[in-house]
């Protein structure tokens, strides 16, 4: 009898995630929502979510070093207890004087705790789980995090527009502190490692190993970091950017037609979820390459659609139908790279390789976001120069990885 999906320790996981991604969601909408009204300008916020991101991605790293070497348990519960506290103190000295800078200083603060959880967490589920159910597992949690996604702004903004900002400040805070609560009554085991030198010489080393795997060992693991990024790099840079841009600017439709469009698509990527826990017996890394394919051939029809004089909703239609199945498609992707990197590694490796993972793809997202917009703007006429070429360099991409397996 194969092993059940939902164990102890993952059905804590996944309700301390729930709260956790909960927390996050309400609160990164109201401090926007706070910046907008304060400044003006939604830049702002922006920018300074832009800036907070860095440390993310300069200590993954390390994360997944002391994700790999200390109980995994301990630090899950010891971060989200922390993003706690430090919310509760963001909120409590707040004011109207020193909001900005407040802001700012909590949003880095909850990226340098984020790069040591995320690599933490994503190492926890290969431990708890074995065989498929490490890709169902992940669907899972990438369905938790995209219903929370759906529903938690909606709810963050209605509370915010009720009460205002510190109150959401603080029901963030008891989210974060319910996480950590579910994350104690996990249990894994934690065998210590023998550790020579100091700790900067254990910082080498570690990085040296995990290096040394994915460039000489299993290069195959590079290049699915690479497929990995270049997959958020195209689908990100175009959904991000294109979707508000398309929708808005170039067809000229209100903020309602935006919002509706997001909400399918956040449909879309539960929907790819689901069907990646679906499609564990039939996809495998050596197809893999297909679903990039696909996405690649989605594309098409978004650029293809704005040669022909069609009229604006039908337009909007295709261009709406055509990105709700790129998104399922990139949530299958994800979910797949991520499992087989997991499957994949060595136990003592894990936590460091999901951390380049999560680095490689973060760093690939604001890229592509950056190119799109200078494309974007630079064909506001022709916007199917800019779709229509992506499309065929993401099937090409996709066609060239087709012999590509783990």
């Keep these: 009898m194969g092993q059940k999906l939902f164990t102890r320790n993952f059905t804590f996981l996944v309700l301390g995630q729930t709260s956790s991604l909960f927390g996050n969601y309400i609160l990164r909408l109201a401090l926007s929502m706070y910046v907008l009204e304060v400044t003006g300008l939604a830049a702002v916020f922006a920018g300074i979510l832009s800036i907070a991101t860095i440390p993310t991605v300069l200590l993954s790293p390390v994360g997944g070093i002391l994700a790999d070497r200390a109980d995994k348990k301990k630090i899950m519960v010891a971060l989200d207890t922390l ?7 963001a909120a409590v000295f707040l004011s109207g004087r020193n909001a900005i800078g407040m802001i700012g200083v909590l949003l880095v ?11 933490t967490v994503q190492a926890c589920i290969p431990q708890m789980l074995s065989g498929d159910n490490i890709i169902k597992g992940n669907a899972v949690v990438n369905q ?35 996480t950590a609560l579910f994350e104690c009554f996990i249990k894994l085991s934690h065998q210590a490692r023998d550790s020579k030198g100091n700790v900067f010489s254990m910082v080498k080393d570690d990085f040296s190993d995990s290096i040394r795997f994915i460039t ?16 958020r790099f195209f689908v990100m840079g175009i959904t991000l950017v294109g979707l508000p841009f398309l929708v808005r600017t170039v067809l000229g439709l209100d903020a309602k037609f935006y919002g509706g469009a997001e909400s399918v698509l956040a449909v879309a990527t539960i929907l790819g979820s689901i069907a990646a826990g679906l499609l564990t017996e039939k996809l495998r890394s050596g197809r893999l390459s297909y679903v990039l394919v696909v996405i690649g051939v989605c594309i098409l029809p978004a650029g293809g659609v704005f040669l022909f004089s069609s009229g604006v909703f039908i337009k909007y239609a295709v261009i709406v139908a055509a990105f709700c199945i790129m998104q399922a498609a990139i949530s299958i992707f994800s979910i797949f790279a991520v499992s087989i990197i997991q499957q ?14 999560a680095a490689v793809t973060m760093c690939a997202q604001p890229i592509g976001q950056m190119v799109y917009g200078f494309l974007f703007d630079r064909f506001h006429g022709a916007v199917y120069l800019v779709l229509i070429p992506s499309g065929i360099m993401v099937c090409v991409i996709g066609l060239l990885a087709t012999d590509f397996s783990c």
């Design 344 to 357: 994949n590694t060595p136990d003592e490796l894990i936590g460091k390789i999901m951390a380049y993972t």
């Design 144 to 178: 938790v995090a995209s219903i929370s996604y759906l529903i938690a702004p909606l709810l963050g903004g209605i509370l915010y527009a009720a009460v205002g900002l510190k109150p959401v400040m603080y029901a963030s805070v008891v989210c974060f502190f319910i």
């Design 109 to 119: 603060v909850l990226s340098v705790l984020g790069a040591f959880e995320t690599p």
């Design 216 to 231: 000489k060992d299993r290069p195959d693991m590079m290049k699915m970091l690479l497929l990995a990024a270049l997959s």
């Design 83 to 89: 993003t706690g506290i430090s919310v509760l103190c």
